[in-house]
């Protein structure tokens, strides 16, 4: 059998277990989407989103991209945000990083990744750059990740707070909450890092008169 055939083999156990303890759970769900969450999290398959919070299917809307990064020219996280955020009316939206990731690894050394991935990881460069201070009195490397991994998140909660999305839903609806939060490989515990409360005020720049 090969790998790809053993995914589908498993889906339809997975499928008639489901249905053997809920006989209306697929009914169910085909009709119903209402997260109230949205989860902007790592590529990284040692991270699943509903596996590791113990939702279900239908409870978390989910994105994930390499280091969990909330860039304003990624129209692919604009477009889950605004759905997210307008349509769904998700009342959090949750930043999740690792502890041991890689891509946050990555970033802080001087290694070409070629062009597209350059291009991603100057993104947590530049949160290495702004913390720079913190982050070099620490010796030790995994401690020096570790804390570079919670900066990041919480530059990227900032980032989501700067999005006219967020700022528009803020002044219509003061929602969604932001958080922002670190999973451990080590021991399958969720830190959170950083909050940030519906309407918080911030740069003024980027809060806006009306909409």
Same mark, same amino acid.
């Given at each position: ?32 989407? /209402?997260?109230?969450?949205?989860? *902007?999290?790592?590529?990284?398959? %040692?991270?699943?989103?509903?596996? &590791? ?9 989910? $994105? %994930?991209? &390499? ?23 998700? %009342? ?15 970033? /802080?050394?001087? /290694? ?25 009195? *620490? ?7 570790? %804390? ?14 700067? /999005?006219? &999305? ?10 969604? $909450? ?10 399958? *515990? ?11 005020? &911030? ?9």
């Amino acid at each position: 059998m090969k790998a790809y055939e053993k995914l589908l083999l498993e889906n339809k156990g997975w499928a008639a277990e489901k249905v053997e303890a809920d006989p209306e759970f697929f009914d169910r769900l085909a009709h119903l989407q /209402t997260p109230e969450f949205l989860w *902007i999290g790592c590529s990284d398959s %040692r991270v699943p989103a509903n596996e &590791i919070t113990g939702t279900q299917p239908g409870e978390i809307f989910v $994105h %994930r991209n &390499i280091a969990n990064l909330v860039i304003n020219t990624d129209v692919n996280l604009l477009s889950v945000l605004e759905y997210a955020v307008v349509h769904l009316k998700v %009342r959090h939206v949750i930043v999740c990083g690792h502890y041991g990731c890689g891509g946050v690894k990555a970033a /802080t050394t001087t /290694t070409d990744y070629k062009q597209v991935l350059n291009m991603w990881l100057r993104n947590i460069k530049d949160v290495y750059r702004l913390h720079r201070d913190e982050l070099d009195t *620490i010796k030790d490397e995994e401690l020096r990740l570790n %804390r570079l991994t919670e900066l990041n998140v919480q530059e990227q909660v900032m980032n989501l707070a700067k /999005t006219s &999305i967020i700022q528009k839903a803020w002044a219509e609806r003061q929602a969604p $909450h932001l958080h922002g939060w670190v999973y451990g490989l080590k021991d399958g *515990i969720i830190k959170p890092v950083f909050e940030m409360e519906a309407c918080t005020h &911030i740069d003024p720049l980027y809060e806006y008169d009306k909409f």
